[in-house]
């Protein structure tokens, strides 16, 4: 997928603000995002579908897991690999 890092962090910092009502201040490339309590499970549903509206394309089911949702880093790298 052709998106910079910097464009997933606006992705995921207006989703978190718009969604989770948190704030987005101190969300970074790095910042633990399930563990840190800024996306849950239920929310990943939801920002996938952000990210195919934002990116312009439909995601294959399954092919992004909790786990690629780690850090906006670790979803880049993912969405990078698709």
């Known amino acids: 997928m052709n998106m910079s890092l910097d464009a997933i962090l606006k992705i995921v910092r207006e989703f978190v603000e ?3 009502g948190k704030s987005v201040q ?6 633990a995002l399930l563990r840190d309590g800024y996306l849950d499970s239920f ?8 990210l195919e ?3 312009n394309t439909r995601l294959e089911d399954g092919a992004l897991i ?4 780690e850090t ?3 979803l880049y790298n993912r969405l990078q690999e698709l």
């Open 72 to 74: 906006p880093e670790t």
């Open 66 to 69: 909790p786990e690629d949702f």
């Open 53 to 55: 509206k934002h990116l």
């Open 26 to 31: 101190t969300i970074g490339a790095s910042t």
């Open 43 to 50: 929310a990943l549903v939801e920002l996938i579908a952000d």
């Open 18 to 20: 718009r969604k989770r």
